[in-house]
């Protein structure tokens, strides 16, 4: 089997007869995402940029955004927003070596506001950038072979993938190679990135500086790329730290009897994203699409990616992604229409064993009988508190080890190949810094709660988030739910960036003080989550959680996890 050639945009049928929206027409008209950034960005006398510029600088893998904390005060006094920028990298795998490590750690301190974020797409994200200081982030962030480009925008994502299978015992199929190319098959070939932010050079492997030769053309994407961005991943049913059906596309790992590779299946279809008052969207869970080799990957992901780039909704953007094209058209006729693309339908999908997840922290012994540590990060931001210095922390141990990193996207943080006699030093330093491995007073509550950033640098944020969850953990641990294992997951805005719609406990930011309360999730990440109460006060919200928590301890079977008893015996608003 072997990919037919993508449909070009002309070619493509189906397309909707509705207006394309704004953004199509700024994308047609950018010349490879170039458009007014170069003028604007090299532009000092002000600290913002224009609209058009700030939708094709997410393509460079910057938001244009401003500290909300200072908004009323600065309205009041007729002064601008405190306008700045987020940047966040693309590591396929969430992989990258102690000296890009330690570079992102110096950038964060003399270029942002001293805190490293861990997404959950294993990137970094580094916020409160002022304008005179992003190219000179970017390039250096390229000099170290650490990209930007696609990080946001219609394009294809950070490919994730489990970030240690490839070190452990058992595994014989490296994960971390193919996220690279894929990640590298779906990198744009225009190059506006590199004459804007790179003197017209691409930084090669061997740290050789090579001159591009302009160019806008895209051969894969077109001159409008993406309906809307494109997240895929590689996930393993025994670890779905990935949450792989959450995500556009998936392959999912089919292993035999001794844990050897012997194919994929293709999983279409997820997001989570939604927008309140529009019923047109949803989260949504992936579907099995059929079964393929592993040579086959990089063939099958370019032409199913080809359908949603040519089947995708071009006129409404809060109804563009992968997952309602499946919803619209039907999982049979996405089969059907792969299978014509590639010259023949995929197989069924294989059978796969019952599912589980790992969160990678704590020490492992590699396959090369080198160690591996996972540490525990909250939320995500690497900065340093009065009880953990993490950012001091992580930067003593690595600077001195030298360490692999590796992001989890439960936005946690792995060093690894740590030589044995090396270990002790490294146990000594994470207890010097009160850095936790899993264990060390954490609790298991804690331990499994996420929240977005949200306040104050998301421009999309309706509601508190990473700012607000720890004190909500406090409080359940003060009354006595620190030892029991819940997904906790809680984001600012319906958007889902920390995948609270597929969580035993979502908790979604309505408005000021305001969330939702999502429940029923599965802690494997095979089943959404469902409404269980709406609009409810951030000052009760402990309360409502106690209620259901006690109801659980009172009426579960034995072993039952939270999110299968809720989804067995509440009563929900919607479904």
């Known amino acids: 089997m072997t990919a037919a050639l993508p449909l070009t945009e002309t070619d493509a049928p189906g397309q909707t007869e509705l207006p394309p929206s704004k953004n199509e027409g700024l994308k047609r008209a950018s010349d490879g995402l170039a458009g007014p950034l170069p003028a604007e960005i090299n532009d000092l006398s002000t ?6 510029a700030a939708q094709l600088l997410k393509f460079h893998g910057s938001y244009l955004q401003d500290d909300r904390d200072q908004r009323q005060a600065l309205k009041k006094a007729k002064q601008d927003r405190a306008w700045q920028f987020m940047v966040r990298t693309k590591f396929p795998g969430g992989r990258l070596t102690a000296e890009q490590y330690l570079l992102a750690d110096e950038l964060a301190t003399t270029s942002a506001n001293n805190t490293i974020r861990i997404t959950t797409r294993q990137d970094f994200q580094f916020h409160g950038i002022g304008k005179a200081k992003l190219r000179s982030l970017i390039q250096a962030l390229n000099d170290r072979w650490m990209t ?16 240690v299978a490839d070190l452990l ?22 190059t506006a990135y590199y004459e804007l932010w790179l003197d017209g050079e691409k930084i090669m492997a061997d740290g050789s500086r090579v001159k591009v030769t302009p160019q806008r053309e895209e051969s894969f994407f077109g001159p409008t790329y993406m309906p809307r961005k494109h997240k895929i991943v590689i996930g393993l049913p025994h670890d779905n730290c990935v949450d792989l059906f959450t995500n556009d596309m998936a392959l999912e790992a089919v292993l035999d009897d001794h844990s050897h590779l012997r194919g994929f299946n293709l999983v279409a279809g997820g997001g989570l994203g939604s ?33 949603y780039r040519d089947f995708g909704d071009r006129s409404n953007r809060r109804h563009a992604r992968l997952k309602y094209v499946l919803a619209d058209r039907g999982v049979e006729w996405f089969r059907d229409e792969l299978g014509r693309r590639l010259g023949e339908r995929l197989p069924l999908p294989a059978d796969v064993p019952q ?15 080198q160690w591996l540590v996972g540490i525990w990060v909250e939320n995500g931001r690497i900065q340093d508190k009065a009880d953990r210095l993490v950012k001091t922390g992580l930067r003593a141990i690595i600077a001195e080890v030298e360490p692999g990193i590796r992001l989890t996207a439960q936005q946690n943080l ?19 810094y009160g850095l936790s491995a899993g264990g060390d007073g954490l609790s298991t509550l804690r331990r499994y709660a996420m929240a977005c950033p949200a306040m104050p640098t998301c421009g999309l944020a309706v509601a508190e988030s990473e700012r607000f969850l720890p004190g909500v953990i406090t409080e359940l641990e003060q009354r006595g739910y620190g030892d029991d294992r819940v997904w906790i997951r809680m984001s600012g805005c319906p958007n889902g960036c920390s995948r609270p719609p597929s969580a035993e406990v979502g908790l979604v930011g309505r408005s000021l003080s305001l969330y939702n309360i999502y429940l029923g999730g599965s802690f494997e990440g095979t089943r959404l989550a469902r ?10 919200l402990v309360d409502t959680l106690t209620e259901v928590f006690d109801q659980w301890k009172q009426g579960r079977n034995e072993g039952e996890a939270f999110g299968d008893w809720a989804n067995r015996t509440l009563t929900f608003v919607e479904g």
Not at 180 to 189: A, C, E, G, L, Y
Not at 275 to 302: C, H, M, N, S, W
Request: with cysteine.
């Open 47 to 52: 600290a913002r940029i224009s609209e058009d």
């Open 148 to 163: 930007t480009y696609g990080g946001c925008g219609d394009v294809t994502r950070n490919t994730l993938t489990c970030p």
């Open 169 to 190: 015992p058992g595994h014989a199929f490296d994960y971390q190679e193919l996220a690279q190319q894929i990640s590298d098959r779906f990198m744009p070939d225009s």
């Open 275 to 307: 927008t309140y008052g529009q019923k047109e969207t949803f989260a949504r869970l992936g579907d099995r699409i059929g079964f393929l080799p592993p040579e086959q990957a990089i063939p099958v992901l370019e032409a199913a990616t080809a359908l």
């Open 355 to 369: 599912y589980g997840v790992d969160d990678h922290l704590g020490w492992r012994e590699q396959a090369d009988g």
């Open 414 to 432: 792995v060093l690894t190949h740590i030589p044995a006699d090396t270990r002790p030093r490294v146990e000594a330093l994470l207890q010097q």
């Open 531 to 540: 409404l269980y109460r709406p609009d409810v006060r951030s000052n009760v």
